[in-house]
């Protein structure tokens, strides 16, 4: 198939702007004059201190970093994450106490993973409802000592999303952003740490990004790996030792790309506008249901399902044998997903939901 025939719905890693490919590509053999590839370059020569610095200050301008918060570049996937956060806000094996709200895949292995380290109290769950569902402010079981509460604000597998931030008082937030991190604004002071794997939203594989409030760093557990300390990684501004250099390089055009679409604000407008397509769609059809409650769908990740597993099954086949690709849900839910991220032209949920009435027209 040719790129142009094809809208890849996949959840991670993703589909990329094709304007961005295009300029990684033009580039990949001479960076700017350079002769050579940003992936053939010393981390530390002039030339790519000037692209690690400049991706650096467009991130912080896109999502209006503070100076309390530092940007770091890391590798280990998001799910690394889930061992760094407690292993360095948790001072001591075993002593301290933390907060989890677990309301899908990615937050149920983080809190089991940070169980390991301290006492970890599930302020909400939403397994109940096979994580259909988002819990109030009103529903968490907060504890006012915990050394922070753990959220992951997008469900990607689930299709749920917080659509608001919790409020816990003097405990820091700690929120995974992986899957929905530069669709919309968000107020970074707010937070103690956000984290996210770069592959659905942001660059290729490879690269975690991490905003931590620089406060929080410094007090890990005597026996965290140097690798895993925040406090090592911001005292070397990421250059420990060497960083995901290419994946940094897409993520500052990835960073120009958004600013072209009006930034952060721009992109909820047109996140909104593509996921209010679908979830539409989903209101009023005879055959297709939203599987996430009213409330409390994602717009990155929108999961759905007709009740018939072959139906679900033809219908995934037919979609990808004319392009759309990739609109199977996950094995823990079944029926589909379709992960419409900030790259997905407007056009590719359009006519994804002409498809859908087609579907229903021939199968109702
Ligand atoms: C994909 C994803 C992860 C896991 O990311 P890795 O980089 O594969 O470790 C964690 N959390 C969320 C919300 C995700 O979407």
Redesign the pocket.
């Known amino acids: 198939m040719k790129r142009e025939e094809v809208f890849n719905f996949s959840?991670?890693p993703s589909v990329l702007p094709t304007e961005v490919l295009e300029i990684a590509g033009k580039e990949i053999l001479n960076f700017n004059g350079s002769g050579m590839s940003v992936m053939e370059m010393s981390h530390r020569s002039k030339v790519y201190m000037d692209i690690f610095a400049s991706v650096k200050a467009k991130l912080k301008a896109a999502l209006s970093v503070p100076d309390t918060h530092e940007i770091l570049f890391l590798q280990?996937?998001?799910?690394?994450?889930?061992s760094m956060i407690p292993m360095n806000l948790f001072s001591e094996l075993g002593k301290y106490k933390a907060d989890y709200a677990v309301t899908?895949?990615?937050?149920t292995?983080?809190y089991k993973e940070a169980k390991k380290y301290g006492t970890i109290n599930v302020a909400a769950s939403s397994e109940d409802k096979n994580h259909t569902y988002i819990p109030k402010q009103s529903d968490l079981k907060l504890d006012p000592e915990a050394e922070y509460f753990y959220y992951?604000?997008?469900?990607?597998?689930f299709g749920t999303e917080w659509k608001y931030i919790p409020e816990t008082g003097k405990v820091p937030l700690v929120c995974?952003?992986?899957?929905n991190i530069l669709s919309k604004p968000v107020d970074v002071s707010k937070y103690g740490i956000i984290y996210?794997?770069?592959?659905?939203n942001m660059a290729p594989?490879g690269l975690?990004v991490v905003i931590i409030d620089k406060a929080l760093a410094g007090k890990e557990m005597a026996c965290t790996p140097l690798m895993m300390s925040y406090k090592t990684m911001i005292e070397n501004d990421s250059m420990y030792n060497t960083p995901p250099c290419w994946n940094i390089y897409v993520l500052g055009l990835v960073l120009d790309w958004l600013a072209k679409q009006g930034g952060v604000s721009g992109m909820e407008k047109i996140k909104a506008d593509k996921a209010a397509l679908l979830y539409n769609y989903l209101d009023e059809s005879k055959l297709f249901k939203a599987t996430a409650e009213k409330g409390s769908g994602s717009d990155m990740n929108i999961t759905f399902r007709t009740g018939n597993d072959e139906l679900d099954e033809a219908f995934v086949k037919g979609m990808a044998a004319k392009g759309f690709t990739n609109l199977k849900g996950h094995r823990k839910t079944g029926g589909m997903r379709a992960s419409i991220y900030n790259a997905m032209p407007t056009e590719g949920v359009a006519k994804l939901v002409e498809y859908m009435k087609e579907f229903e027209a021939k199968n109702v």
């Open positions: 959840a991670g280990g996937g998001a799910s690394l994450q889930f899908g895949n990615f937050s292995v983080a992951c604000e997008n469900n990607t597998i995974d952003m992986s899957s996210a794997g770069a592959q659905k594989a975690t």
